[in-house]
């Protein structure tokens, strides 16, 4: 069962232009739904989280909007630049429960 | 701080071969958790430890798949015998739970894994 649906699963963007992912969640109990960013080679690095109680969190050219009804939510990439380029998962977690990540969007940024 | 660390980078083996692969945690971090990426399924969580205690392990695909974590500083995740279809990146990632705040995850590098 797959409780956090992301898409799409791969995005181009020109740079300068505005990227957006979206993730959907089953669970009302999530409290916790972060953003992690992966470059190639690497691991996930945690990029910018939001809880329920605000419906938009805004970090440099990142934002995530949180739709509570909807149990949707998205990252907005502000001005992509070619540096953005990798691949961004969403999740969501409830307490100190496991944190449930959605399948990830591979973006690339077109200089 | 290193940051959570994993060995080997990459391992190549045959089919039919045991697999370790090793993680050491953050210092001070109290859980601890294996995920499995591969572009069909994404992030899979494997099994994550609280505490040394195994707490939910309902990812591990099959009996093949064991984990263990001895002590606070060291976990392991075997795969005996391998299989061409477990070739994948295994992360290691880890926590501090239990108080206030959420729990952001620090990810190790990842073992590449390929059975041949």
């Known amino acids: 069962q797959q409780q956090v649906k992301q898409s799409p699963q791969s995005l181009i963007v020109q740079k300068g232009g505005i990227s957006i992912i979206n993730c959907a969640y089953e669970?009302?109990?999530?409290?916790?739904f972060p953003w992690y960013q992966q470059f190639p080679g690497k691991g996930p690095a945690l990029l910018i989280a939001i809880r329920p109680d605000v419906s938009e969190k805004k970090e440099g050219r990142f934002t995530i909007s949180f739709n509570k009804s909807a149990k949707q939510f998205s990252l907005h990439i502000m001005d992509s630049q070619p540096g953005d380029s990798a691949t961004y998962f969403c999740a969501a977690s409830k307490g100190d429960d496991k944190i449930i990540f959605g399948k990830g969007t591979r973006l690339h940024i077109l200089p | 701080d290193a940051g959570v660390i994993q060995s080997p980078r990459h391992e190549v083996t045959e089919m039919g071969q045991e697999v370790t692969l090793r993680c050491k945690p953050i210092?001070?971090?109290?859980?601890l958790f294996w995920y499995r990426q591969t572009m069909m399924r994404g992030l899979e969580l494997l099994i994550y430890?609280?505490?040394?205690?195994?707490?939910?392990d309902s990812g591990m695909p099959e009996d093949r798949f064991s984990a263990k974590m001895p002590n606070a500083s060291f976990s392991t995740l075997k795969i005996q015998p391998s299989e061409p279809r477990d070739s994948a990146v295994y992360f290691c990632a880890s926590t501090k739970t239990g108080g206030a705040g959420a729990n952001v995850l620090t990810f190790g590098a990842g073992s590449r894994l390929t059975v041949l």
């Open positions: 669970n009302t109990a999530f409290d916790y």
């Open positions: 210092s001070g971090h109290n859980s």
């Open positions: 430890f609280n505490n040394n205690v195994p707490i939910d």
